[in-house]
């Protein structure tokens, strides 16, 4: 169902955020730049009910769930590739 | 650096939005007339955003019961009801909400949104998952945000995302309680109840549905979705107002659950506030009372919708598909809403500006109700009003099919 890339298993930060980097994209006008930095709402302009949806489609791109109290903690690409990371972990 | 520094885009958000006409938070009518009528600036309007959907606002039986009631209990009951006890009203009420949605058990919130709040905040708890459709109303938003429950959003209208979202849960501990409304406030359409009610079975969850829009306008008896859809027995809890089709203001939740009173001492949004006045109760009352006997309000607010509908579809607005209440024009971009919005009022229609982030999928919606109380001629009126109005703002295109005067057949 995911029209950016196959569910990859990454094992490294790096790939997890490229990854991120790219279903972000698909969301935020072409020819944004993103920096694992970016903040995800002030920089690149999501309100919060697009970075909620944002949330899904990173929730079905990894096969993962992560729950809204998880994201409140999230403020960049950084921040979110180490929660989806951890939670890649805790799924084995 | 002020306290209010954080809302620095808010405010520059807001102001944009108020430069471009009036302030569509801050409309100040100076008289309300009737259910579909009122004086704003001096000028007569009709009212076509309202939620009346029974228009009973007006009711002579319920504003009978509620004078009646203030002369005999009082303006106010000072406290909430487990503090400062329960007046009779308050029982008689929650007895009869129960009677007629044939459940064990009802109680009564003092505004929907404290119903919302209290029911779902208190029901998921730690460990607990709390599963919601992406298009709920902010008080089961907040509802989420004052529950230990982990959250997760699926996709609005999709049991299959829904399904494959507590398939990802399966393991974990806890109880799984799916949200989702009988008929969704800003787009008007209706929850795929049949299809939540199976992914519900099989996936061993508990169910709530929020029948806030739905309750007097669907079903037989007037009981919502989940009685028109013909799945209440998988309905674990139905959370509903008394804001719209009573014509009033409360809230309610209804279950057949046995320890379903046990609420009544654990939550909080329900304990800690002040309960709702007689006249309110006695109001509401004569009007739930007028909705149990009277089929034909449903049945007029129904075909109302589907002439507002069908005569804005034939006028060429981009709207959805389901002939309901409430009807949702999207505008191509959010300066053309404010405008068009701005001069409907300017010709005599008020309805509802939604802008992001209050839509779904960042979408600009001009959104009208419609009434049982209001006439064809009033909706024809409107329904010309705004096909005009579109016309010469351009949100509606030459492609569009011009109507003749009346809308609707």
Redesign the interface.
């Known amino acids: 169902m995911d029209r950016l890339s196959g569910v990859g298993l990454p094992n490294q930060t790096d790939n997890i955020e490229g990854e991120i980097i790219a279903v972000l994209s698909a969301r935020i006008p072409a020819g944004t730049e993103i920096s694992p930095n970016a903040k995800i709402a002030r920089d690149l302009g999501l309100d919060s009910v697009a970075i909620m949806d944002f949330v899904m489609d990173i929730e079905d791109h990894f096969d993962i769930s992560l729950p809204l109290d998880r994201v409140a903690e999230v403020e960049t690409v950084e921040d979110l590739s180490r929660a989806v990371e951890a939670l890649l972990k805790d799924r084995g | 650096m002020s306290i209010f520094s954080k809302f620095d885009d808010i405010r520059s958000a807001f102001a944009a939005l108020t430069n471009a006409g009036r302030n569509p938070f801050g409309i100040r009518f100076d008289k309300i007339l009737s259910p579909t009528e009122a004086i704003l600036d001096g000028r007569h309007i009709l009212l076509f955003g309202t939620n009346n959907y029974l228009g009973l606002t007006f009711d002579p039986m319920a504003i009978t019961a509620s004078v009646e009631a203030i002369h005999e209990a009082g303006t106010g009951t000072t406290g909430s009801r487990i503090a400062n006890g329960t007046y009779s009203g308050h029982a008689s009420l929650e007895h009869q909400i129960a009677e007629f949605f044939g459940r064990r058990s009802a109680m009564v919130f003092t505004t929907g949104y404290q119903a919302n709040l209290g029911l779902i905040s208190t029901l998921a708890g730690r460990g607990d ?1 709390l599963l919601i459709d ?1 298009d709920s109303h902010a008080s089961i938003y907040d509802a ?1 945000k004052l529950s230990a429950a ?6 609005h209208n999709d049991p299959r995302d829904l399904e ?2 507590l398939r ?2 399966e393991g974990q501990p806890g109880s799984r309680i799916i949200v989702t409304e009988g008929l969704f406030s800003m787009l008007g359409d209706t929850a795929p109840l049949r299809e939540i009610a199976a992914v519900k079975r099989e996936m061993g969850a508990y169910l709530i549905v929020d029948e806030a829009h739905s309750m007097g306008v669907m079903g037989k008896k007037g009981r919502g979705l989940a009685e028109a859809a013909g799945v209440e027995a998988d309905v674990d809890f139905v959370v509903g107002t008394f804001s719209k089709s009573l014509g009033a203001i409360g809230g309610f939740a209804v279950s057949d659950l046995p320890d379903f009173d046990l609420l009544r001492v654990v939550c909080r949004p329900y304990m800690f506030t002040a309960s709702l006045p007689p006249a309110i109760v006695a109001s509401v009352t004569a009007s739930l009372r007028r909705i149990a006997t009277d089929n034909l309000l449903g049945a007029r607010v129904q075909a109302n919708s589907r002439r507002l509908h069908s005569g804005l579809a034939k006028a060429g607005f981009d709207i959805g598909a389901e002939a309901n209440p409430i009807v949702a024009i999207r505008i191509a971009n959010r300066g053309l809403a404010i405008r068009f919005w701005n001069a409907l009022l300017d010709r005599g229609v008020y309805l509802n500006l939604a802008l ?2 209050a ?4 979408l600009s919606l001009i959104r009208s109700s419609v009434s049982a109380a209001h006439t064809e001629a009033q909706i024809d009126r409107a329904v010309s009003i705004i096909a005009d109005t579109g016309y010469e703002l351009g949100v509606l295109g030459e492609s569009s099919s011009r109507i003749a005067v009346p809308a609707a057949e």
Request: proline share 16%; no cysteine; charged share 30%.
């Open positions: 998952h992406a989420s982990e959250i997760i959003r699926f996709r494959r979202r990802r849960l992001p982030p839509t779904p999928a960042s």
